[in-house]
């Protein structure tokens, strides 16, 4: 079988990457191909769904045009240096483009042992594969800038972790998946070499129109960009409930995506310190931390790069402090823009910061529903004389433009998210019963989120207290 994919992250030095094909798995089946996907990458759905795409995407056989391997890169992780890591269980094929020419890495993960695997069996249990197609391809429907589901197979095979699970392996699609930690294992080794040619690969790849720049314009540009884009996402996240999980700086992507479907899950009813990774006993990742984790994660960037911002020391220090010292006003403005339009905040005032914080103070005395709550505002569902914050809300809303307002409250203020438990039920129709109807289904609703839909409501309701899921787990 042959797929339309470029090298170019194997055409950076050997020192970036380990090259090796998946291992074999004893007997695949898919459980999911996401057709739309592959014919934005022009990839043919049927090659994909067949015998011989099957054998590629589990890793039993290594497509002509396609050179695997596997990437390296360093981190912190819970704020603590870990040093060398790198791509454990995941295996680059090679990158495809779309139309208008914007390429994406095409990624199993779960494919095997790898050089930087550090003792783990490079595999993944089926339950992370579900996870993470549900959770990506739901952020995706959100209007998140997230990796992506190609594909999800069943290996055929157990993995121990608690015990015995059937294995999987999951097709990830991502701008790039160049990290903060990338960076940062080039850094370490003080291979500024390395680093320009680093550099230089993520602006052709993500701003193609900069390509060319030489430092310390290129890198000054590159860790602007990605503060820019940081920015963004943790907005946007915030504004829908999201937390991360694991906000580790292997775990940020350069592109500005959001990558590592681990213990995330978006929050039921509404507390600013809410933690659902197991992990996190100190609660360092929680909802309301993720933009101080995020600007300190951006340092580490800046840090990493401090060698091609200037020869001068005090120079490249001072010029990477003003780049990442952005992050706070850029992100404020972000936040407040993105929950103004889901409060239906026409215009802007310099008192919606305190009135923002009023609302969600609001939401968070009994622990109302995120979701449900903006929505219910959205459809004027919701006594506003109850409460100070909302009185003061329904005054900025006047009296006029109540259909006008509405409507683009629906567009930000989703129906359905994958909530956790019932990704669980998704996840434990596939483990223990090798159903995937769940899956589907939830696949499907999750594709609209911002569409009231017919013999959805299951999907829309909060969990019943025997099904509120307290922690998430990371899938290795």
Same mark, same amino acid.
Request: proline share 5%; glycine share 8%.
């Given at each position: /079988?042959?797929?339309?994919?470029?090298?170019?992250?194997?055409?950076?030095?050997?020192?970036?990457?380990? !090259?090796?094909?998946?291992? &074999?798995?004893?007997?695949?089946?898919?459980?999911?191909?996401?057709?739309?996907? $592959?014919?934005?990458?022009?990839?043919?759905?049927?090659?994909?769904?067949?015998?011989?795409?099957?054998? *590629?995407?589990?890793?039993?056989?290594?497509?002509?045009?396609?050179?695997?391997?596997?990437?390296?890169?360093?981190?912190?992780?819970?704020?603590?240096?870990?040093?060398?890591?790198?791509?454990? @269980?995941?295996?680059?094929?090679?990158?495809?483009?779309?139309?208008?020419?914007?390429?994406?890495?095409?990624?199993?993960?779960?494919?095997?042992?790898? &050089?930087?695997?550090?003792?783990?069996?490079? @595999?993944? $249990?089926?339950?992370?594969?579900?996870?993470?197609?549900?959770?990506?391809?739901?952020?995706?429907?959100?209007?998140?800038?997230?990796?992506?589901?190609? !594909?999800?197979?069943?290996? +055929?095979? /157990?993995?121990?972790?608690?015990?015995?699970? &059937? +294995?999987?392996?999951?097709?990830?699609?991502?701008?790039?998946?160049? @990290?903060?930690?990338?960076?940062?294992?080039?850094? !370490?080794?003080? %291979?500024?070499?390395?680093?320009?040619?680093?550099?230089?690969?993520?602006?052709?790849?993500?701003?193609?129109?900069?390509?060319?720049?030489?430092?310390?314009?290129?890198?000054? #540009?590159?860790?602007?960009?990605?503060?820019?884009?940081?920015?963004?996402?943790?907005?946007?996240?915030?504004?829908?409930?999201?937390?991360?999980? *694991?906000?580790?700086?292997?775990?940020?992507?350069?592109?500005?995506?959001?990558?590592?479907?681990?213990?995330?899950?978006? /929050?039921? +009813?509404?507390?600013?310190?809410? *933690?659902?990774?197991?992990?996190?006993?100190?609660?360092?990742?929680?909802?309301?931390?993720?933009?101080?984790?995020?600007?300190?994660?951006? $340092?580490?960037?800046?840090?990493?790069?401090?060698?091609?911002?200037?020869?001068?020391?005090?120079?490249?220090?001072?010029?990477?402090?003003?780049?990442?010292?952005? #992050?706070?006003?850029?992100?404020?403005?972000?936040?407040?823009?993105?929950?103004?339009?889901?409060?239906?905040?026409?215009?802007?005032?310099?008192?919606?910061?305190?009135?923002?914080?009023?609302?969600?103070?609001?939401?968070?005395?009994?622990?109302?529903? #995120?979701?449900?709550?903006?929505?219910?505002?959205?459809?004027?569902?919701?006594? /506003?004389?109850?409460?100070?914050?909302?009185?003061?809300?329904?005054?900025?809303?006047?009296?006029?433009?109540?259909?006008?307002?509405?409507?683009?409250?629906?567009?930000?203020?989703?129906?359905?998210?994958?909530?956790?438990?019932?990704?669980?039920?998704?996840?434990?129709?596939?483990?223990?019963?090798?159903?995937?109807?769940?899956?589907? $289904?939830? %696949?499907?609703?999750?594709?609209?989120?911002?569409?009231?839909?017919? +013999?959805?409501?299951?999907?829309?309701?909060?969990?019943?207290?025997?099904?509120?899921?307290?922690?998430?787990?990371?899938?290795?």
């Amino acid at each position: /079988m042959r797929l339309p994919l470029t090298a170019q992250y194997s055409s950076l030095p050997d020192g970036f990457y380990a !090259a090796l094909a998946p291992t &074999p798995v004893k007997e695949p089946s898919f459980i999911a191909v996401n057709d739309a996907l $592959a014919e934005v990458l022009q990839l043919n759905p049927a090659d994909l769904r067949s015998s011989a795409g099957l054998d *590629v995407l589990s890793g039993n056989a290594v497509a002509e045009g396609s050179t695997p391997l596997s990437m390296v890169y360093s981190g912190h992780q819970f704020g603590h240096w870990s040093g060398q890591l790198g791509d454990g @269980r995941a295996i680059l094929l090679g990158e495809a483009a779309t139309k208008d020419g914007t390429v994406y890495d095409i990624q199993l993960k779960g494919a095997g042992r790898t &050089p930087y695997s550090r003792g783990g069996d490079g @595999r993944s $249990a089926l339950g992370p594969v579900i996870r993470e197609y549900v959770m990506s391809e739901a952020m995706h429907a959100l209007g998140v800038p997230t990796t992506r589901a190609l !594909a999800g197979v069943r290996t +055929g095979e /157990m993995v121990v972790r608690e015990g015995l699970l &059937p +294995g999987g392996i999951f097709t990830r699609v991502a701008r790039s998946h160049v @990290r903060v930690g990338t960076f940062q294992h080039f850094a !370490a080794q003080k %291979n500024n070499d390395a680093l320009s040619a680093l550099v230089a690969f993520c602006i052709k790849r993500l701003d193609p129109s900069e390509a060319g720049l030489e430092s310390p314009e290129a890198a000054a #540009f590159l860790l602007r960009r990605t503060v820019e884009r940081q920015a963004h996402l943790i907005a946007t996240w915030m504004s829908l409930g999201f937390i991360h999980g *694991v906000m580790n700086t292997d775990n940020m992507a350069i592109s500005g995506e959001t990558i590592d479907y681990g213990p995330c899950a978006f /929050m039921d +009813g509404f507390d600013p310190e809410t *933690v659902y990774s197991s992990i996190d006993r100190q609660g360092r990742y929680a909802y309301q931390n993720q933009a101080p984790i995020a600007h300190w994660n951006l $340092a580490c960037l800046a840090s990493a790069l401090l060698p091609l911002l200037s020869e001068d020391e005090d120079t490249a220090v001072s010029t990477a402090q003003e780049i990442v010292d952005g #992050f706070g006003g850029l992100f404020k403005a972000a936040y407040l823009e993105a929950f103004r339009v889901k409060l239906g905040l026409k215009d802007p005032s310099e008192d919606d910061e305190s009135l923002i914080a009023a609302v969600l103070g609001w939401m968070a005395q009994d622990l109302r529903d #995120f979701t449900n709550t903006f929505r219910a505002l959205s459809h004027n569902a919701i006594d /506003m004389t109850q409460d100070d914050a909302l009185k003061t809300l329904a005054q900025r809303w006047g009296e006029g433009g109540v259909l006008e307002r509405r409507a683009a409250m629906l567009k930000v203020n989703p129906a359905y998210i994958p909530r956790n438990h019932q990704v669980e039920k998704a996840i434990r129709a596939s483990v223990d019963e090798a159903d995937d109807g769940p899956f589907h $289904a939830l %696949n499907t609703v999750l594709s609209r989120p911002y569409e009231t839909q017919d +013999g959805a409501e299951i999907y829309a309701q909060p969990p019943l207290p025997n099904e509120i899921v307290h922690q998430t787990f990371c899938g290795t």
